[in-house]
């Protein structure tokens, strides 16, 4: 499939570039940010708590999202920051589909889903520690985990998840202490 | 594997811990922590527990997809942002309830307003007009210049002098064009600068955006973001830039034409050019390869020129059977046909389409275009 041509004679384009000519209808362009930033999302979404089967779709939303909204990036944040925003909206809105609220539906009357039960095989691979955390953090509240996620995880400052949540930087301090100590509890516990 | 974690804590700088990890502390704070570390077992704790949990937070499990996953979803994604780009107005079917929900109780509060107040203009509830494009130029003080709209195409007589122009973005059936005295250059939503001397276009640099540079005599050029002409090589010494500029406008004006004339210009070296332009269109003896061909259908149809792409789309195919892109140029040609009014003739394309690939790509684009 080809869409309008990326032009510029540039080998490796900037971030910023990409999406400047995104917002162009550049779709050259937005696959070029979809080979740098797939890995990240999927990453991101896992660790949020999407579905394995689900994450597709949500990236693609992602991405969708940004060919609207690429006319409106401000280019003195990092892509990165930027697209981990959108994302957090995009997994924000997942989790409370309808389909979503099904699932608690089941988990509140007692049926055991696929991701509660380890397999041997998985007992094995996975470290117990890792495993627990897991679970701790799948149990935190959504805010808590973004913070946790984005900064401990995925490494972005203070300042870039605090842009990419909408948040004040305070706030992002505030929930990541809060995460943290609820995670440093279950794997005190458990231990 | 068991991790035991301290979360007591009896030393009041055990706070500092978290602080020191994410930067928090200023440069003399996080030395002074770093001592007190080594001596105090609380915070040599606190800091082991929080280093503890990010080690084991990095042996979660990570979501990866193989890269012939990766190919079919960055396939998928490009095919629907492709359909958004295409019919961006169209809202999402998910929300086609809410929308339609909100637009009846739009309709029913105009209903009421129109009731309660009825309104003195009476084209208030026309149907929006796409109109001449916006956009804004600041001049030298010597620019010699003038406009002249019609419907929705914007053109710029430009006589000499230098001109930075701010163009918003372009809808489907605008243009914005300028004439220069050899030649001219057509934009689609950019900022850029044009230079004319002489009778000549000395300069044009584009900042954002794209323009297709088109003078005669030589084959026209697409220029990107960035992109200078002429390039570094051929750019003339020096010439004339303005110390600040004159005149400022916003236009979406009427049909008629203006024209500004400053006094005296003033002399300024010209920033150093960068990058050149790729070319569009060859020379009609020779046949251009595949990429500019296929460069050049494109450009004409993303510039609006969709005769033109048609008839680039056809000579790319007839000169290049055995392109992979040969299956884009056909639907593109349908599309091009069906922008330009000619129902009858993009359906017996996109028919031709749907034969030649009948699991195409744009499969489903080309059957819509049947209906």
Redesign the interface.
């Known amino acids: 499939m080809t869409a309008l041509p990326l032009v510029s004679a540039q080998s490796a384009p900037r971030d910023g570039d990409l999406v400047a000519a995104v917002g162009r209808d550049d779709l050259e362009a937005l696959g070029k940010l979809f080979e740098r930033y797939e890995p990240l999302l999927r990453r991101y979404f896992g660790r949020l708590g999407v579905a394995p089967g689900d994450v597709d779709d949500v990236i693609q939303a992602v991405f969708l999202e940004v060919m609207r909204a690429a006319e409106r990036y401000d280019s003195q944040y990092s892509v990165k920051s930027w697209l981990c925003g959108i994302a957090t909206i995009m997994a924000r809105r997942h989790h409370r589909s309808l389909a979503r609220w099904t699932a608690r539906m089941a988990a509140w009357a007692g049926v055991e889903t696929k991701d509660a039960i380890a397999t041997p095989y998985e007992i094995v691979e996975h470290d117990q520690a890792a495993r627990i955390l897991e679970r701790a953090l799948a149990g935190l509240s959504e805010k808590k985990r973004e913070v946790f996620v984005l900064v401990t995880l995925e490494g972005l400052s203070g300042e870039e998840a605090a842009r990419a949540l909408g948040v004040p930087l305070k706030t992002v301090w505030t929930r990541l202490h809060y995460a943290r100590r609820e995670l440093r509890a279950a794997l005190e516990q458990s231990s | 594997?068991?991790?035991?974690?301290?979360?007591g804590s009896a030393c009041s700088r055990a706070w500092q811990a978290?602080a020191a990890l994410?930067?928090?502390l200023s440069r003399a704070d996080a030395e002074s922590f770093q001592r007190h570390v080594a001596t105090c077992e609380h915070c040599t704790r606190e800091v082991r527990?929080?280093d503890?949990?990010?080690a084991?937070?990095?042996?979660?499990?990570?979501?990866?997809?193989t890269p012939l996953e990766?190919r079919r979803?960055?396939?998928?994604?490009?095919?629907?942002?492709?359909e958004?780009?295409l019919h961006p107005r169209r809202a999402p079917r998910k929300h086609a309830i809410a929308f339609g929900a909100f637009a009846l109780a739009a309709a029913a509060a105009v209903l009421a307003l129109l009731v309660l107040w009825p309104p003195s203009a009476p084209d208030s509830s026309a149907p929006v007009v796409v109109g001449v494009p916006t956009y804004q130029i600041q001049t030298s003080q010597d620019a010699v210049w003038s406009s002249r709209n019609h419907a929705t195409t914007a053109r710029l007589l430009l006589q000499g002098g230098w001109f930075e122009l701010s163009v918003d973005?372009l809808r489907a059936s605008q243009r914005f064009l300028l004439e220069l005295p050899d030649g001219e250059l057509e934009v689609?939503?950019t900022r850029f600068i044009v230079e004319v001397r002489d009778a000549k276009t000395a300069r044009v640099r584009v900042h954002?955006?794209?323009v297709a540079l088109r003078l005669r005599g030589q084959p026209p050029l697409?220029?990107?973001?960035?992109?200078s002409w002429p390039p570094l090589a051929a750019a003339p010494a020096a010439t004339t830039k303005p110390i600040a500029p004159l005149a400022s406008a916003a236009s979406n004006e009427s049909a008629e034409s203006s024209r500004v004339r400053a006094p005296v210009p003033s002399a300024a070296p010209t920033p150093p050019a960068r990058?050149?332009g790729?070319v569009i269109e060859a020379p009609t003896d020779s046949i251009p390869p595949a990429g500019d061909a296929?460069?050049q259908a494109?450009?004409a149809f993303?510039a609006g020129d969709f005769g033109k792409a048609e008839r680039l789309f056809t000579a790319f195919e007839r000169a290049h059977p055995a392109d992979a892109?040969v299956e884009?140029a056909t639907f593109l040609r349908a599309v091009a046909r069906a922008r330009r009014g000619d129902v009858t003739a993009a359906q017996a394309i996109a028919r031709d389409y749907l034969r030649r690939y009948p699991n195409g790509?744009?499969r489903a684009e080309a059957e819509r275009l049947l209906r």
């Open positions: 594997m068991t991790t035991r974690l301290d979360l978290e994410d930067g928090r527990s929080l503890t949990l990010r084991v937070g990095e042996r979660l499990t990570v979501l990866t997809s990766q979803l960055r396939q998928s994604v490009l095919r629907a942002a492709n958004l780009a973005k689609k939503g954002e955006g794209r697409l220029l990107g973001t960035g992109d990058g050149t790729s296929f460069a494109m450009s993303s892109r884009d790509l744009r």
